[in-house]
């Protein structure tokens, strides 16, 4: 490599060979690292470039990025703190991890917001350009961290990230300011070596980013490079560290890092093709969904049409317009949007057509916690329209598993006719973990028969039934003979004409909801090894990973305990409630306030009891290992420590 930097005696950067030192290296089976500095500091760029190339070792990995909701949000404050944590390991890992055995703190600000996580004897490398006087009392630092002892307990690496930036580009033709930008690549070299991550794809990427100003994409890769040497010839950093390659026992195939959005976006499209169904999008930008919508327009080849709209409601209102004409309707929101999407969902229901509504679920309420996770929307997506207009609702687990989950979305809506609704949330859209990119032989197949011909003495009814799925046949507006109208007033069963007759809209309200009810969904699988358990506990969604892992960690102490995780929160699987009988004590830790709980015990008179968290975070392996020991001692409480 070139551009080799180390530092003087009198501390100053300076290129060129030198001696280096001799280094030891130690093997480790995982590490957590926590990148963390303003929002417009490339912090998740950096992760995202750590993650990748992580990615292509051969590790499993799980990522939580964190960042403010503001596009700029205040520099150097505590609230414009944005962080990217990586969990990567030799075995298989469930979640971004609990603490970080490294913090990158970018300045004083990210130091504060995150130093409470890192535990006794962890590496923390800061950069000390940042600490002025200034940066230190804006964030409430009466004197500097870095020499009155209070980071005592922990190794500290205090490293000029911005002076050696600058140093190692002094002959590029950039300013100053220009020149500084690129300390995120520094770093991210020296963590490259440091962890011994390959660098040929970060190089590739830097240079395909900034393809249209080569100076600035070779500057990039120069203080890449940079502190890649750095951390080689330093005397401050004597050790790196090994993580071999993953060792579970993947299935064989191609895999890929993937973020949770990306991998929904590439199952929307694959329905498209198993349905033989144009795919259409009608969306307004909303974090944290609006990665779908930049996706989906990228695959006009596939078929995919996307429609950014001026607001939600006619995103909605083209999607249902495009399934009437025999598309495979999408739009994609969060919680606020769905508020304003309710009506036009209510007519997706009168009307029985296929639609996939994609709630990628934040903080709320209002406008909430733009860019912090939750799950929320349970009890929104399940009643939240007027009059009974039932909606089957199913949820992803983890980042890759989103493509699986759209896939059965289509599959229910199009096989039932009826709107759809996903239900991901911030932690899944945003982070990323290994994922097998499937062979098309293995996807479902989704064709439909649309209607073609009368069905009734020489008539079309539209609502005439499937005699097992309840589903009314698809006409394409068109088709000769097939001219039908339907709309939001009730209809009568069979012929569609309009029907104010009370016996009939209580045939037609029953109608739709046997419909739901009558949808295949797996049975729960219960993870019960010993088969001696006494204690359950039931996610769905996003903590499916933190439950996991917990878990583990109880049996691995020696206890006994049971898990199970649902898919399928409309209608639930058949076999739920002898599931929940076998159990003394049923525990649903949620990122709400206890939403499924809450239908647990209405529907199947179970006394389902709450761990429950809406911080705007994921739950930690730890905290629910202690609620899980907790209630089988008797002491459970319902609501995480904050």
Known sequence: MSSQ???SANGQPVLGEQREPVKETRRLDRVIIRFAGDSGDGMQLTGDRFTSETASFGN??????NFPAEIRAPAGTLPGVSSFQLHFADHDILTPGDAPDVLVAMNPAALKANIADVPRGAEVIVNTDEFTKRAMTKVGYPASPLEDGSLAAYAVHPVPLTTLTVEALKDFPLSRKEA????????????????????????RFLRSKFAKKPELAEANVTAFRAGWNFGETTEDFAVSYEVAPATKAFPPGTYRNISGNLALSYGLVAASRQADLPLFLGSYPITPASDILHELSRHKNFGVRTFQAEDEIAGIGAALGAAFGGALGVTTTSGPGVALKSETIGLAVSLELPLLVIDIQRGGPSTGLPTKTEQADLLQAMYGRNGEAPVPIIAPATPGDCFNAAMEAARIALAYRTPVFLLSDGYLANGSEPWRVPDVAELPDLRVRFATAPNHDGEFWPYLRDPETLARPWAVPGTPGLEHRIGGIEKQDGTGNISYDPANHDHMVRTRQAKIDGITVPDIVVDDPEDRARTLVLGWGSTYGPITAAVRRVRGAGGAVAQAHLRHLNPFPRNLGEVLGRYDNVLVPEMNLGQLAHLLRAKYLVDARSYTQVTGLPFKAEQLARAIAAIEN??????ADV
């Open 5 to 7: 930097v180390s530092t």
């Open 60 to 65: 499993d990995l799980s990522t939580l990025p």
């Open 180 to 203: 500084e930008r690129s300390k995120n690549m520094f770093a991210l070299g020296l963590l490259s070596w440091m962890y011994h991550r390959p660098t040929e794809g970060t190089e």
């Open 634 to 639: 008797g002491t459970q409480e319902e609501s």
